[in-house]
């Protein structure tokens, strides 16, 4: 009965949207999830396929997340991707639609005693923007209290930066990072042995939409995806890359 309720609001809603234009910003460059500038992209096709099913287009717009953030709340765009109610942002937040998994990351001969997220503070530390949002109140802490703790718009400097030995740790998602090593190979050392450290438990993402109407609708293209088998297909091509 569930199932066919869903069914039932996406088809009305199909009808009445006819491919409803929707402006979601996606953030900059982080392989494999975003590829800026391409249709192609692990959340990508994700939030795609769950907008369409819920009868939406969708133009992407790749920027910085504080910039998406800002045009988020100016209502320059309908949604923000990879965001959750930690970010600040005055938003209706979807269903979670993706978990990244996030490591503390150092050069293994620097052998550095990490065991906790309040270590951190002892270090350099190079991180993804507005992750002391979205990464949970000890962070947060952390981050404040830190004086050598930085954000970078482009998450490919990360790699550069923990290769060159130019800060102590990197924070952010395992598959962003080992992506972005094939890319900066060229630049630094990539052989380097590295020590991932486990701190942070999977972080939920959901978007963030201007409007409930929206949300609400874009939850039941989501339901669809998972139902139809389609969610994990998209996961499972991404995976074997």
């Known amino acids: ?48 396929r769950a907008a369409q099913n819920a009868g939406f287009e969708v133009v992407a717009y790749y920027m910085p997340m504080e910039r998406l953030h800002l045009m988020l709340r100016r209502g320059e765009i309908d949604a923000i991707t990879t965001t959750n109610q930690n970010s600040g942002v005055s938003a209706y937040y979807s269903d979670v639609y993706i978990y990244y998994r996030n490591f503390a990351v150092a050069l293994a001969e620097r052998a550095y005693r990490i065991d906790t997220i309040a270590d951190l503070g002892r270090h350099s530390i190079s991180t993804f923007q507005r992750a002391r949002q979205l990464m949970g109140p000890e962070f947060e802490r952390m981050a404040s209290s830190n004086p050598q703790y ?25 598959r962003i990072i080992r992506y972005f090593n094939k890319l900066v190979a060229d630049q630094v050392d990539v052989t380097q042995p590295l020590t991932w450290y486990e701190l942070f438990p999977p972080t939920p993402y959901r978007v963030g939409f201007r409007l409930d109407s929206q949300r609400l609708r874009f939850n039941a293209g989501l339901h669809q995806l998972r139902e139809s088998g389609e969610y994990e297909r998209i996961i499972q091509r991404y995976l074997s890359d």
Do not use: T
């Open 1 to 48: 009965m569930y199932r066919w309720w869903w069914g039932v609001l996406l088809s009305l809603w199909a009808l009445a949207a006819s491919a409803e234009q929707l402006n979601v910003g996606f953030g900059s460059n982080k392989p494999p999830y975003v590829f800026e500038g391409e249709p192609r992209g692990l959340e990508y096709e994700l939030v795609g």
């Open 150 to 174: 930085r954000e970078e718009a482009q998450q490919i400097n990360r790699n550069r930066l923990l290769y060159s030995g130019r800060v102590d740790v990197v924070v952010g998602d395992e």
